[in-house]
């Protein structure tokens, strides 16, 4: 038994050593459990917003419904079922008579799923128990009923493969070409900084962009049934900013790191974890209203928003101004971070 606690011990102390091995056995999964735990808690107070068309007795008489729910009030239907349509509002209801119109959103199935679960109840409560059935509920997603689920899962997964290829595409080519001392002899060479990093920075965008193709195609077959908006195409700037900023992510992980590996496991810890703060891939309708508000720090929530309304939402090209720029103002900001901390040798 000597031999084997002898090798048991020194495989022990060389797992406790290895601080790369003990942070993703031990610390990687933790933070996992916490950021679930976090996700998935009990949000409280959190509202859904719901517009009220006309007068809704039914909603009016059920005080209780309030705490819940998050009521404005509209007279056009129209206008009601667009800003669902958008994302600005969960669901429209309007009664005719002792029937409940609920509109809903089918881009947002847990915000769906839970105001047509409230209304339900409303429903049931207002039908007393041994007398004929009074009310019913009738629920209808103001998108196309041909619409798939990939319409709305296609945003944010597309996001994320978007910021994946980026960061681990430039913190690797970085890390490994400093190890063989290739960014040295570029250093040395006739060559301006300006040309390898637009060279570096025009790869990038050229696999992004290959990347966003071939995505969309594969999605938009018959088997998957993705629909593109009209609007589509200004997924093309949302993406190029996004690798850009993610290129920036990845440049500074590959600047902290001393290995490839390193700077691969640096990159895969600030964007794996970003992409379920970020809702690319379930909405965050369940977290609590702090961590809702913390996402927008991330640029790939924007990235994910601004996808969405373009090619699900079919929103104009001015909806997704204010996304282009919160992604363009990060990619600036850690662009110059990542100016700052780089390194062409290892000493």
């Known amino acids: 038994m000597?031999?084997?606690?002898?090798?048991?011990?020194?495989?022990?102390?060389?797992?406790?050593?290895?601080?790369?091995?003990?942070?993703?056995?031990?610390?990687?999964?933790?933070?996992?459990?916490?950021?679930?735990?976090?996700?998935l808690a009990n949000p409280g107070t959190s509202k859904s917003e719901i517009i009220q068309v006309g007068a809704v007795p039914l909603l009016?008489?059920?005080?209780?419904?309030?705490?819940?729910?998050?009521?404005?009030?509209?007279?056009?239907l129209a206008a009601a079922q667009e800003k669902v349509r958008r994302g600005d509002a969960t669901a429209a209801v309007r009664q005719q008579g002792d029937k409940l119109e609920l509109y809903y959103s089918a881009a947002d199935q847990v915000?769906?799923?839970?105001?047509?679960?409230?209304?339900?109840?409303?429903?049931?409560?207002?039908?007393?128990?041994?007398?004929?059935?009074?009310?019913?509920?009738?629920?209808?997603?103001?998108?196309?009923?041909?619409?798939?689920?990939?319409?709305?899962?296609?945003?944010g997964l597309l996001a994320w493969a978007i910021s994946m290829g980026a960061a681990f595409g430039a913190a690797a080519t970085l890390v490994t070409w400093r190890?063989?001392?290739?960014?040295?002899?570029?250093r040395l060479a006739p060559v301006r900084t300006g040309t390898i990093v637009s060279a570096r920075v025009g790869v990038s965008l050229a696999i992004s962009l290959l990347q966003t193709a071939i995505f969309l195609g594969v999605a938009s077959l018959p088997v998957f049934g993705l629909q593109l908006s009209a609007y589509w195409w200004m997924a093309v700037p949302l993406v190029i900013a996004g690798t850009l900023v993610f290129m920036a992510i990845g440049m500074v992980a590959g600047g902290l790191a001393k290995s490839a590996?390193?700077?691969?496991?640096?990159?895969?810890?600030?964007?794996?974890?970003?992409a379920f703060l970020s809702g690319a891939f379930f909405p965050l309708d369940a977290a609590p209203g702090w961590l809702q508000t913390l996402s927008n720090i991330f640029p790939m929530k924007h990235m994910t928003q601004g996808m969405l309304d373009v090619l699900v939402r079919g929103q104009g090209p001015a909806s997704v101004l204010p996304e282009l720029g919160i992604?363009?103002?990060?990619?600036?900001?850690?662009?110059?971070?990542?100016v700052l901390i780089f390194r062409w040798d290892d000493v």
Not at 14 to 28: E, K
Not at 179 to 186: A, M, S, V
């Open 111 to 155: 915000r769906a799923g839970t105001v047509q679960g409230v209304f339900g109840q409303l429903v049931g409560q207002a039908n007393m128990a041994g007398v004929p059935q009074r009310f019913t509920l009738a629920t209808e997603q103001v998108e196309d009923k041909s619409l798939n689920t990939i319409q709305y899962i296609t945003p």
């Open 60 to 76: 009016d008489n059920a005080p209780a419904a309030r705490e819940v729910l998050e009521i404005s009030k509209a007279d056009d």
């Open 2 to 39: 000597t031999p084997l606690r002898s090798l048991s011990r020194a495989m022990l102390y060389g797992f406790l050593r290895d601080r790369m091995a003990l942070f993703f056995a031990i610390l990687f999964p933790l933070m996992f459990l916490v950021l679930f735990g976090t996700i």
């Open 179 to 186: 190890e063989k001392k290739i960014l040295r002899r570029l």
């Open 327 to 338: 992604i363009l103002g990060f990619a600036l900001v850690i662009g110059v971070a990542a």
């Open 261 to 274: 590996e390193g700077a691969t496991s640096v990159a895969n810890l600030i964007v794996l974890p970003m």
